[in-house]
């Protein structure tokens, strides 16, 4: 199966960048996704790529793919207080019903 | 359109006392899901079911039990709950219509096994 990694913890100031990685190991997986966890809430999905494109803008979100290495980074630009959240990261291999999740990067924003 | 609703919102429980947790969903979405998420081991599936009267085991099945017996409800059921058995619990279900095929999560139940 499908293992996605992703570090902790991430504190960047108001106004500045946020890049929160993520690796995994299914290099058949056809969908990543991104997805945000406020306090107290369920997971809501922010963006995601298809396994064939190499980036993806959304408004103050870039998503890169490096399929080489495995690795997906969410590029968040002038980040905002209501940014802080839990950020996931997970895979959909194709023809598999079920979708792998990261360890979830915790984003601070300081003021 | 409610989406995906869970109850309770929270709950503390005996140990060894059987436990529901209750979920639905109004979008007529075939596949649902149960995670359990825990600080540093992000979410992990505990059990699936793909479509009405169908379930499959995730990676931690064990303790846990759900049936699936119409397209909108999908209970998960703890027999005889153990402390270990404290989490946060989220449920999903899956739109396979369209552009990403994405999941959709419950707003989740926190409960605390003494």
Known sequence: GEDVEQSLFLSVREGDSSVINCTYTDSSSTYLYWYKQEPGAGLQLLTYIFSNMDMKQDQRLTVLLNKKDKHLSLRIADTQTGDSAIYFCAGLAWGYQKVTFGTGTKLQVIP | ?114
């Open chain 2, 1 to 114: 359109i409610a989406g995906i609703t869970q109850a309770p919102t929270s709950q503390i429980l005996a140990a060894g006392r059987r436990m529901t947790l209750r979920c639905t969903q109004d979008m007529r979405h075939n596949a649902m899901y149960w995670y359990r998420q825990d600080l540093g081991l992000g979410l992990r599936l505990i059990h699936y079911s793909n479509t009405a009267g169908t379930t499959g085991k995730g990676e931690v099945p064990d303790g846990y039990s759900v049936s699936r017996a119409n397209t909108d409800d999908f209970p998960l059921t703890l027999a005889s709950a153990v402390p270990s058995q404290t989490s946060v619990y989220f449920c999903a279900s899956r739109s396979q219509a369209g552009t990403p095929d994405t999941q959709y999560f419950g707003p989740g139940t926190r409960l605390t096994v003494l």
